[in-house]
């Protein structure tokens, strides 16, 4: 698959089965300190699991930008977001993983955020309203448990996509974030609004549950499944 940075006004989404990434591939695209990185993870799998995602992104932002993988610099922000590096800063992009799956967002007209979750997640965040909706969302929930459970899983993975485009992630609470009817985007930082939501719908996501939060001069959203050459 060629792989291009997206040109103004698109965004592209890929979706890794990390699984699928060689041992080989893992170890080329990881730099020394991520390796360490992932020595830390208390159960193997985990480490695993994490280093495939990782030299996932470093694999899609080395041919997106015609670069060595490992020797692209990643800074972190404020709040531990990363971002490449000048003279590269001008390509955006998210990582989200979940347990089977992962997907890379990129974007060249702003910070982007995406988030991913497999669908079996929603009924335990019943019980949990108060943690992350605000008033007027719990007001709106339906009272039938599997319907009320699938709409907390819609408004978890929009918060933490806009929230993590915004750079902030979970430090901006997300109760004070609205994403009721009407009231949309009612948020104690203002940033939020140069920001537009989507639900991600896809045959390669249907066990789960993705939002992408993009700026608003994107107009197109591409989703695509990634290989590597």
Known sequence: MTLSPPSPGHALVLVIDPARIPAERVERCLTREEKEQAGRFHFEKDARHWSACRAGLRWILGEAL?????????????????RLAAPLDSLHFNLSHCRDLALVALSADGPVGVDLEHADRAPTLLGCEEGFCHPDEIEELPADPTLRAGRLLELWTAKEALLKGLGTGMSLAPQSVSLASGKEDLAVDPRLGHFRRHRLVHALLDRHVACLAVPTAVTRIEIRCFHGS
């Not at 060595?68 to 990363?82: M, S």
Request: hydrophobic share 35%.
């Open 66 to 82: 015609q670069a060595d993988p490992a020797a692209l610099l990643l800074e972190t922000g404020t709040h531990g977001k990363p």
